[in-house]
């Protein structure tokens, strides 16, 4: 059965602090790894990732993906109040119209 | 530029009763639609993809079905709805084709059956 696992599943910490959060994943016909933001509704796009030791950076947010260990992580630093947020990894299996398996999401929340 | 909505933003409805979601897509033509629901406390489950009109392929067995009666427009549908579908139902859409692609989301329906 295809499994994608966050971990942790809450995270509390400071303004300015830096976070990782992770991702592994048993799946068959693997593709592509997806890392979402999602706060109040819909999730929001961050990266998508398909090979192996290629960061991917975006202002204080980067990730990298390994496929030999079949996981995944995604940096925050210098955080901000705005990141309080459920992050949520996907991978994409088979070909064409991608089915993205989730994993249960990260609540990551930021004090002032 | 590409623009997915969902309507209606809330509903609640009794058990036993027909539903219709309605998810349509602008900006982009022949994109993949996506169905995904996420139930208090767990992450999305896919529901039913679609590659082109009146082509629906379902992930898990249960109370729902979905249709495509136009490019951009997708619906998801119950003739009895169950209390276990109440959820978060989520429409994504993403290009057409082999490559791999992102898939963006609606702003979604909160659904409660009581």
């Known amino acids: 059965e295809d499994k994608v696992v966050q971990s942790p599943l809450s995270l509390v910490v400071h303004e300015g602090d830096t976070v990782t959060l992770n991702c592994s994943y048993e799946?068959?016909?693997?593709?592509?790894l997806l890392w979402y933001k999602q706060e109040k509704k819909a999730p929001t796009f961050l990266f998508m990732l398909t090979s192996s030791g290629i960061e991917k950076k975006s202002g204080r947010l980067s990730s990298i993906l390994d496929k030999k260990e079949l996981f995944s992580i995604l940096n925050i630093t210098a955080t901000q109040t705005g990141d309080s947020a459920i992050y949520l990894c996907a991978v994409g299996r088979g070909w064409g119209a991608q089915k993205l398996v989730f994993g249960q999401g990260t609540r990551l929340t930021i004090n002032p | 530029s590409q623009t997915i909505h969902q309507w209606p933003a809330t509903l609640v409805q009794p058990v036993g009763s027909p539903l219709s979601l309605e998810c349509t897509v602008e900006?982009?033509?022949?994109?993949?639609l996506y169905w995904y629901r996420q139930a208090a406390g767990r992450g999305l489950q896919l529901l039913f993809y679609s590659v082109g009109i009146g082509q629906i392929s379902s992930e898990v067995p249960q109370n729902l079905s979905a249709s495509r009666p136009q490019d951009r427009q997708f619906i998801l549908s119950s003739k009895k709805l169950l209390l276990s579908d109440s959820g978060f139902y989520l429409c994504a859409w993403s290009v057409l084709g082999t490559e791999v692609n992102e898939q963006y989301f609606g702003p979604g329906t909160r659904l409660t059956v009581t």
């Open positions: 799946v068959t016909n693997f593709r592509s």
């Open positions: 900006g982009t033509s022949n994109p993949n």
